[in-house]
């Protein structure tokens, strides 16, 4: 029998014969307008859309649909879902079908409580049986690529053999795999080991997830793992030049950096992305600040930027806070790595109880939401 990746070989990477790289679906964050800021400083080989939510009412969401049909990128994009309806998830694997997609990626690894409660995202990893039914349905509707993007686990790595042997046996074209469990979340270690265990073993190209950082850091994953290639999240928030700095990395080329300025004009684009502009105005430091939380953790090693810049109150004193920082000396380097001790999101990416854990994610999805509920309302 022919290998999925045989039946349905991945787009071509911009770099010929290179690993591919992907930039991490982030509900809320990866919309059009994010794309075509990342692009402007070196788009990734494949996006991926925030995911559509299905259930039986459910339609297309027509914002996350402008992804593909109005892709600025000229790169491939896969279309995300989450859901745990059979017939609903075949219904709209189908409808996406029909648009200019890479291929249709369906959700098993998100972590944050409120959807996995409802057994949808990384809720799906306790029920082999739904996963299984899932993937029979899925690959039978799905004409092309047929993805998946999970963690090696719930609350342990169990289940993650007989995962792996079901992603075979339905014919997955790709699996991007986050190296923690649903209940590790965004804190401890990695486990590149189950990675490359995942990549020996299955058929299909595996994207390696999960703290890749850096240019330097995707080489190491890339050679721990033996991965196709690497999906990077939020990283790529701090970082939008990480995918060229990759494919330099991996090209032996001098890794260009980044100056300080350069990251100033990046925050001003995030200021004039439709989706901000639109923000009302008594909450666009708020939506501003989802992003530079993890901008700041490159600025300077004491964490002053990061500080002053959550203690501003508005637009004024927010940017007043950037010029300071940025432009005062405009060609020091924006560092290639997080700083140690400076946490985008200190209640969800440091050790802590798992109820603290769940608050903290909680929270957070609620603002998101909140916010972009706003800017597209």
């Known amino acids: 029998m022919l290998s999925a990746a045989t039946l349905h070989p991945l787009p071509p990477p911009i ?38 939510r299905v259930h039986p009412s459910s339609t297309l969401d027509k914002t996350i649909l402008r992804s593909i049909t109005e892709n600025p990128t000229q790169r491939p994009v896969f279309a995300q879902m989450i859901g745990e309806s059979i017939p609903d998830l075949v219904r709209t694997a189908k409808l996406l079908s029909q648009y200019p997609v890479a291929g249709i990626d369906l959700n098993m690894g998100c972590p944050a409580p409120r959807i996995y409660r409802k057994n949808v995202g990384g809720g799906l990893l306790r029920d ?6 899932i993937l029979g349905e899925l690959r039978q509707a799905v004409p092309g690529r047929f993805s998946i993007k999970m963690r090696i686990g719930f609350e342990d790595t169990a289940n993650f053999e007989p995962l ?9 074209d790709l699996l991007s795999l986050h190296g923690r469990t649903v209940k590790e979340a965004y804190h401890g270690a990695v486990h590149y080991d189950l990675i490359a265990r995942a990549v020996a073993r299955l058929s299909c190209p595996v994207l390696a997830n999960g703290n890749v950082t850096s240019a330097a850091a995707a080489a190491s994953v890339l050679a721990q793992t033996g991965a196709a290639g690497v999906m990077v999240g939020r990283s790529a ?127 957070s999805s609620a603002s998101l939401a909140e916010l972009t509920a706003a800017a597209r309302s």
């Open 164 to 172: 792996l042997d079901l992603l075979d046996c339905h014919g997955i």
């Open 128 to 133: 082999l049986d739904k996963v299984n039914q």
């Open 15 to 52: 770099r010929s014969g290179q690993a591919v790289t992907a930039l991490a679906p982030m509900q809320d964050v990866t919309d059009l307008y994010f794309m075509s800021v990342i692009a402007s400083y070196g788009s990734p080989d494949y996006f991926f859309t925030e995911y559509f």
């Open 237 to 363: 928030i701090r970082n939008p030049w990480i995918f060229r700095q990759i494919r330099q990395q991996l090209s032996g080329e001098p890794v260009v950096a980044v100056r300080l300025a350069e990251v100033r004009d990046y925050i001003e684009r995030l200021r004039q992305t439709p989706t901000a502009m639109t923000v009302p105005a008594r909450a666009r430091v708020s939506f501003l600040k989802m992003y530079l939380n993890y901008i700041a953790q490159g600025v300077d090693a004491e964490g002053n930027f990061l500080r002053q810049m959550r203690l501003a109150q508005t637009e004024a004193e927010l940017f007043a806070v950037c010029d300071r920082h940025l432009l005062g000396d405009p060609d020091a380097l924006f560092a290639a790595e997080p700083y140690p001790g400076l946490l985008a999101r200190p209640g969800s990416e440091s050790a802590r109880s798992a109820s603290a854990a769940e608050r903290s994610d909680l929270i």
